[in-house]
């Protein structure tokens, strides 16, 4: 069921578009990320979910309720929507209780258990209460304003880049109990970052935004392996982009001819697969009837992952092949290629 | 589907708008004296200006105004820059020690350090007393910045320098003087403009400067054109000064490049230098503070009690207070329409009215007093000699220093904290009341403090705008002075200096803030 609904949002400042006819649906207990690069209208989009900014026109609707209708819109301290934001924004006047206290309702009996509860929940110790922000690390600031935003009981939460402040081992670590922590309070999430992987990992529906437009929304696995176009297949990752000719749900290429994923398209167009579709062999082992052989040029040890560059034999073809860290192929040794899955055929131009 | 009442949306537009209107009265205000000077110009008429400008009183004074801007800023730069090095970055035994003692002259107003220099040694005259008693009064406002720099320096880049083959001399004048020019410049420029606008410790020694000859003038004429004139090229001295401190400056960057915090920097070991180093700084403080203290003590001890006197003692006390409180207040009201904007809404018509609040302040205390009289003697002359003009004048002269705190302490209420606290239930108003003006508290009463301070020790634009019968602590001081009364003086000298001793203790703790210590 939709739970927030996003219509037709539209804002500009001056000459820019910075959302142009948004639409977007998120499902009551889910976590949605919004995704795009920096300058992409994300931040503004979440900050008119947040009713921090009036969009020009369109509609903004949680639980059927409608908090914006172009420039008329509920204020935000009547939305009930919880923002965690990038650096947390404690207030550092106040200690970490005080903090978490900060939106309940005055005198409320039970304000020192729930202060409690929510400490706890956000896996911190009680013995950081009486401490002051700027006595905490950084994971520990964005728990205590996660915590605070909990206090509310909020109907959805916000998340403003709330990871990107943090080191990249802890980032993970705060990904993961975040979600958690969200999923445990039954809360629907929003994420805005520019971090594909981070999007991926965190959410059951990825929005892709590019220059105020909502390219593509889906789950993650639809979204990586079924880009719409090329510039969205690069952003969620590396991809290996190749010209091909298809026929009857395959397409004839440099490898040789693969399965595609759109057994309707015909004709001359670009294929898309991810590295670590291709597995390399030692010529050896695939026999000479291997369709495709290449030599390899450059190793970039990894550990798990290893880059492989192969050159094909075939052409002038340079590929970049994900591969696993055991039984690499010597540089200079000819190996050949095949592919796993099917190839991805990115929208038509006029689509 | 429900329907919750919808509100119109915040015209945020609106709302600037207001503050905006609000920060360029206060700008156009600080124009008057500028003003002034321009239509002054234009109204005496081209035969007259050239006559009262090119004459040879105004070459004296020209000549020993530059004479004193070139002989003590670079005796002040050597010594803030020796003494900062040796606090900061040396094992000299009692470095902290050293560090406060090289803050607290500027507890000891400048006029009071020449009374205690005139009255140890009668004879001091001319230039180069003008100058040793400048440099004690005002290397301070060097020293602070420098200080901090030095302490702010990554000594990575010192690392570098040497394992790229300079020796330590070459480390200091190739890696870390180059660092220091901000600090150097900024300094200096404020030194500069002091020697440009300060009266009393030149009349003491007498010796003239454009600032002393104004007020002379002044006092000989109301709203003489020559004065005004004096006043004229007084205006393009200090508009000059503020350009070269800009050329000087230059606009290259000096952050630290890189993350990461910078471990602290090692001090180097003096060994057998240790003595003539400790030397430094143990007579700067004897003579900075050991000869206001001594001389001070001195007419103290001869005076008894007597001088003490609670009539008119307490009432200089008294009225000097209510008007540095009102003169506080009043100023960083005025500075706060134009603070917020900076923070909150930056942009090209907001750094134009800055630079309206900032360079006023730059101007000495006899411009603007000499404007405020002619124009309340021509135009309003119910407002001529009035508390409410000198008020103004105060507002005018301090507004920077109001400016500076309050800008800090609104950039520490970021935005997003009133964002956070509308999404945890307050409404705007409340959000603005709990946070931001709750953060911003610490630094508005500094901020009118630190005017306040200033007022207490101003004497040029009280002089000559008081009305009759004030008397503030620093015009008592001056006038006893002035009679050779240096017994009775004593008192109000010591009530300046107990005074400026939390503007001091103030400024020496936020130089060490700025250096994250």
């Known amino acids: 069921m939709t739970f927030l609904a996003i219509k037709n949002i539209s804002k500009r400042y001056g000459p820019v578009h910075a959302l142009d006819n948004i639409d977007l649906t998120v499902a009551a207990g889910g976590r949605t990320a919004i995704v795009g690069p920096s300058g992409s209208g994300k931040t503004t989009l979440l900050r008119i979910i947040a009713g921090f900014e009036t969009p020009d026109a369109g509609q903004v609707e949680l639980e059927g309720e409608i908090l914006a209708d172009g420039e008329a819109i509920v204020p935000a301290h009547r939305r009930g929507i919880g923002i965690v934001s990038q650096d947390g924004a404690l207030f550092p006047h106040l200690s970490v209780s005080e903090n978490i206290g900060f939106g309940m309702e005055r005198g409320a009996r039970d304000r020192d258990q729930r202060i409690n509860a929510l400490i706890d929940m956000v896996e911190l110790d009680r013995g950081m209460l009486d401490r002051r922000p700027h006595q905490l690390s950084g994971g520990q600031q964005q728990r205590v304003a996660l915590a605070r935003a909990l206090g509310r009981k909020p109907r959805l939460m916000l998340l403003d880049e709330p990871f990107s402040a943090l080191d990249t081992g802890l980032r993970e670590n705060m990904r993961k109990a975040v979600a958690r922590v969200l999923q445990i309070a039954g809360i629907t999430a929003v994420l805005v970052t520019h971090d594909q992987a981070e999007a991926l990992s965190f959410a059951d529906q990825v929005a892709v935004l590019r220059q105020g437009k909502l390219i593509q929304a889906g789950t993650p696995q639809a979204l990586y392996l079924s880009p719409r176009d090329r510039e969205t297949a690069l952003f969620l990752g590396d991809a290996i982009v190749l010209p091909a000719d298809l026929n009857d749900g395959s397409a004839k290429c440099v490898l040789g001819h693969i399965p595609v994923d759109a057994e309707s398209r015909q004709g001359r167009t670009d294929i898309m697969l991810r590295p670590e579709q291709l597995r390399l062999q030692a010529i050896g082992e695939a026999g000479a009837g291997a369709a495709c052989i290449g030599k390899v040029t450059e190793i970039e040890f990894g550990g798990a992952v290893c880059a492989v560059t192969v050159v094909l034999s075939n052409g002038s073809e340079t590929l970049n092949i994900k591969s696993s860290g055991v039984g690499l192929p010597e540089v200079g040794s000819m190996v050949s290629v095949s592919v796993i899955g099917k190839a991805h055929v990115f929208d038509r131009l006029d689509a | ?517």
Request: charged share 10%; glycine share 6%; aromatic share 8%.
């Open chain 2, 1 to 517: 589907m429900r329907m919750p009442q919808l509100t119109a949306a915040p015209r945020s537009r609106v709302r600037h708008a207001s503050v905006v209107a609000l920060a360029s009265i206060v700008a156009l205000l600080s124009l008057v004296p500028l003003g002034f000077i321009v239509w002054i110009t234009v109204d005496t008429g081209w035969a007259e200006v050239t006559a009262l400008i090119f004459r040879s009183r105004v070459g004296e004074l020209l000549v020993n105004t530059v004479l004193l801007e070139v002989c003590t800023i670079p005796l002040c730069i050597l010594l803030a820059v020796t003494l900062a090095w040796l606090t900061e970055r040396t094992d000299i035994p009692g470095a902290r020690l050293w560090s406060w003692l090289a803050a607290a002259p500027l507890a000891v107003p400048a006029f009071v350090h020449s009374y205690a220099w005139v009255s140890l040694v009668p004879g001091m005259r001319g230039l180069w007393s003008g100058v040793l008693v400048s440099v004690l009064a005002y290397f301070p406002f060097l020293y602070l910045p420098v200080a901090a720099a030095l302490r702010r320096l990554d000594p990575a880049i010192e690392d570098a320098a040497a394992s790229l083959g300079l020796g330590p001399w070459h480390v200091f004048f190739r890696a870390i003087l180059p660092q220091l020019r901000l600090a150097i410049c900024g300094g200096s420029l404020l030194i500069g403009l002091h020697l440009l606008a300060e009266y009393g410790l030149y009349v003491m020694i007498r010796f003239d400067t454009f600032s002393t000859a104004i007020v002379d003038q002044f006092q000989s004429a109301y709203n003489s054109p020559a004065a005004n004139m004096l006043g004229g090229v007084l205006v393009f001295c200090c508009l000059l000064l503020l350009g070269i401190e800009v050329l000087v400056r230059g606009n290259e960057r000096y952050a630290r490049i890189g993350s990461g915090a910078a471990r602290p920097a090692d001090r180097r070991r003096l060994r057998w230098f240790v003595v003539p180093a400790i030397a430094l700084p143990v007579v700067t403080a004897a003579l900075t503070l050991g000869i206001p203290f001594v001389t001070l003590a001195r007419w103290l001890i001869l005076g008894g009690l007597d001088i003490w006197q609670i009539d008119t003692v307490g009432s200089a006390l008294l009225q000097t207070i209510l008007l540095a409180i009102a003169g506080g207040l009043l100023a960083t009201i005025a500075a706060a329409p134009m603070a917020w904007l900076s923070v909150r809404a930056p942009g090209r018509l907001q750094r134009v009215l800055e630079a309206c609040h900032y360079y006023v302040g730059s101007l000495p205390g006899v411009v603007v007093a000499l404007a405020l009289v002619s124009i309340t003697v021509r135009l309003i002359l119910p407002l001529y000699q009035t508390f409410a003009t000198l008020l103004l004048a105060y507002v005018l002269l301090f507004l920077p220093r109001a400016m500076v705190g309050l800008r800090a302490s609104i950039a520490q209420a970021p935005v997003e904290l009133e964002r956070a606290a509308m999404a945890l239930g307050r409404t705007p108003a409340q959000a603005v009341r709990q946070i931001t003006m709750r953060l911003a508290a610490p630094g508005f009463a500094a901020s009118v403090a630190l005017v306040a301070l200033g007022i207490t020790n101003e004497l040029t634009a009280t002089l000559m705008l008081s009305p009759n019968g004030t008397e503030t602590l620093a015009t008592k001081f001056w006038s006893l002075t002035s009679e050779i009364d240096y017994v009775s003086a004593a008192p109000y000298a010591f009530m300046m200096i107990v005074l400026s001793l939390p503007l001091t203790l103030l400024l020496y703790v936020q130089s060490k803030r700025t250096a994250g210590q």
